[in-house]
């Protein structure tokens, strides 16, 4: 049996504003400052897609999402994640699994945590178990830890839907 398996890697960034929703893995974050974006700007959701689309060789969520298309102008972010996954699938992967972490000062995310990775893994079909979320400061450095802005970085392994026999 040969089994293919890809690597992939996504990063986004978005400013924070206050008055904004704050989503993140497509929860609602109770804070007094949320995301600038086209879409509901789930930066979390945004990084993960990235990384599946980076493994799966399909260029990444700019290409097919744009943010200067009205069609996802507010769009929920799950949605996207659900189009990505389904789109992944059509290449012939399946996710193994995701690893992200979220770089942000204030609001502490660890209550948010299994919300977040319950609600992901539904909308993609995989077990919260091949999700993780980790969330982390800068320690008051830089635009994040002025709270200014939120970065998220996330990794994915997929592998074939139906490994070839040999």
């Not at 659900?82 to 699938?89: C, F, G, L, P």
Request: overall charge negative.
């Amino acid at each position: 049996m040969t089994l293919h398996q890809r690597v992939g890697q996504g990063i986004d960034f978005h400013r924070l504003e206050e008055g904004q929703e704050l989503w993140l893995g497509g929860v609602r974050i109770n804070s007094t400052k949320g995301c600038v974006a086209h879409s509901d700007g789930d930066v979390l959701i945004h990084a993960i897609c990235d990384a599946l689309l980076g493994a799966a060789g399909m260029n990444d969520i700019g290409f097919h999402f744009p943010d200067t298309s009205d069609e996802f102008r507010g769009i929920d972010s799950k949605i996207l994640l659900k189009r990505t996954v389904e789109m992944v699938a059509g290449k012939g992967y399946r996710i193994v699994n995701i690893d992200s972490t979220v770089c942000l000062e204030l609001p502490k995310l660890a209550p948010y945590i299994t919300a977040m990775r319950t609600t992901m893994a539904s909308v993609a079909g995989i077990s919260p178990d091949a999700i993780s979320v980790k969330a982390t400061t800068t320690e008051k450095m830089g635009f994040t830890g002025s709270g200014e802005g939120i970065v998220v970085m996330a990794v994915c392994l997929l592998a074939d839907l139906i490994p070839d026999k040999v």
